[in-house]
């Protein structure tokens, strides 16, 4: 016995494939705490913007914070090695880049 249709044509099926396709984006976009973009291409999205901004800040902070803490996590030896010094390095840039991330103001 075959499968029932679920839709009349090619037109119907297509639109809802259409429709679940942008209900999973708006879902993904949901999931991530993102503002939809703007409807229009041309007008500016700046809620969706500072959004991206905070979120971009929130990761940054969470990366110095892990690392600084594996750091200090480790013994007085491994500190004082060129392994401590190269994560030192690779800390300073990530916090020169949330004070950057900062700075941005929309």
Do not use: F
């Not at 803490?69 to 060129?82: G, I």
């Amino acid at each position: 016995m075959p499968t029932p249709r679920k839709h009349a044509n090619h037109a119907q099926r297509q639109r809802a494939y259409l429709e679940r396709k942008k209900t999973a984006q708006l879902a993904a976009l949901a999931a991530k705490n993102t503002p939809a973009g703007a409807a229009i291409p041309t007008m500016p999205s700046r809620a969706r913007w500072k959004a991206l901004v905070g979120q971009a800040q929130t990761i940054l902070k969470a990366l110095q914070t892990e690392m600084e803490t594996y750091r200090d996590q480790r013994s007085e030896a491994w500190q004082e090695s060129e392994k401590a010094d190269a994560l030192q390095e690779v800390i300073d840039r990530v916090t020169e880049a949330l004070e950057s991330a900062q700075q941005i103001e929309l």
